[in-house]
């Protein structure tokens, strides 16, 4: 059975850190684990960025490529995160990781029905409870232990090159919307409770192991095989590690993320609500990686390079066209909610109240999307950054032949 010898845990200025690392260090000691914890700070002061840089630059690829993944593009107000998990792929190249987002704990919990077996297919089997409080998800169920290294680690590799855990806690997510349009046990056991659909405390996680073909990940704790060929993450903007599921399937049809019926602990500080508007300002709204994973569908290509050269030759072409292609997609997006939005309306007929007028004021502002501001708002740069994405695509294999070839001597 392998055991993962390494954690990485990506940061920005958490007050919760020194709490994270702490927990899956004892996890470790626990379980009788040697582990290497790699932390990397977010932001241009990191050094290590700035080594890799050159190192890529004079053996891989154009500096520009090189800048691009662990930096992103610096005229952009968006988040970096994705940089940051660049930095820690090739930091790490060569070998199985767990990443761990710095507000987690190493605490686990059975998922809800917990089942024997493994369920194979293309959706998430997945599912949510919701609860009142994060005290209240908590004593939901009895914390156990979990050898989180031996069990990730035997999961790992082949055609899952990718193992995610389920979630307790936070629900690590930016807006409740998909929650209106639950259909069937999941929406019976909160609907008649109007207060527990915008709470922030959940589990979420499949009853049964899953092996999942359809391209959907969420980083908090998942375990990445580098012993094979990775992908790079979407270097800015949030939901990064969705893209990077997409362009790994892109890049190997046969890859499978492998879903484990446990819930680590997920608890930010300070604690987070949903704004009292978080439907009329999410609704419709773009995002960047939202773009990004919408003109890789669209042309849907068969290998990384072909991604590759697919992004690029959106960079290079006329602005005009380029924004025709993205209003277009951006229409089929948006028109695809409003219907998902009219059949549940149909379905309930609009029943209770409260649940029919939410999901009318979010069907209204989904169709004003369709023809204002909001339908690309905050695309301005996004051809440019398709342009050099693609690139990095393209050439990522000689990025990450370099990265394997470093000795352990020269990473953190």
């Keep these: 059975m392998s055991v993962i010898g390494t954690i990485v845990i990506p940061t920005r200025r958490s007050p919760v850190l020194a709490r994270c690392v702490e927990s899956w260090e004892a996890n470790a000691r626990e379980f009788g684990h040697r582990v290497r914890v790699v932390v990397s700070e977010d932001g241009d002061a990191n050094p290590r960025r700035e080594w890799w840089v050159k190192k890529l630059a004079a053996e891989a690829v154009p500096e520009h490529i090189a800048r691009f993944l662990l930096y992103g593009d610096p005229a952009m107000a968006q988040p970096t995160t994705g940089a940051n998990r660049n930095l820690l792929l090739l930091e790490t190249a060569g070998d199985a990781v767990l990443t761990v987002d710095d507000d987690t704990v190493c605490e686990w919990r059975r998922a809800p029905g917990m089942r024997a077996g493994v369920a194979e297919g293309f ?97 908090f704790c998942a375990a990445l095989d580098g012993r094979q060929a990775l992908v790079p993450f979407s270097p800015m903007g949030r939901n990064q590690d969705a893209v990077f599921a997409l362009v790994l399937r892109m890049a190997d049809e046969g890859a499978r993320v492998r879903h484990v019926p446990w819930c680590v602990w997920h608890e930010p500080s300070p604690a987070r609500e949903f704004p009292v508007d978080v439907l009329a300002r999410e609704a419709g709204v773009f995002h960047l990686n939202d773009g990004v994973a919408l003109l890789l569908r669209h042309r849907e290509p068969g290998s990384l390079r072909a991604a590759g050269l697919w992004l690029e030759e959106l960079g290079a072409w006329d602005a005009g066209a380029f924004r025709r292609l993205l209003v277009s997609l951006r229409c089929e997006a948006v028109s695809r909610e409003i219907g998902m939005v009219g059949q549940a309306l149909a379905a309930y007929g609009s029943a209770p109240g409260w649940w029919g007028r939410e999901l009318r004021g979010v069907l209204g502002v989904l169709e004003g999307a369709l023809s204002g501001e909001r339908l690309l708002a905050g695309a301005e740069r996004l051809q440019g950054y398709v342009g050099m994405f693609g690139g990095a695509l393209r050439q990522w294999e000689a990025v990450w032949e370099c990265a394997r070839g470093v000795g352990r001597p020269n990473r953190r």
């Design 123 to 219: 959706g998430h089997p997945g599912r949510l409870w919701l609860y009142r409080s994060l005290e209240a998800a908590r004593a939901s169920a009895a914390a156990e232990p979990y050898d989180v290294l031996r069990e990730f680690g035997a999961r790992l590799g082949g055609a899952s090159p990718v193992v995610q855990a389920g979630l307790c806690g936070d629900a690590a997510i930016n807006t409740p919307f998909g929650r209106l349009l639950a259909r069937g046990e999941e929406r019976e056991e909160w609907v008649a409770e109007p207060e527990l659909w915008r709470t922030r405390a959940v589990v979420a996680a499949t009853p049964q192991e899953a092996l999942v073909a359809a391209p959907q990940l969420m980083t």
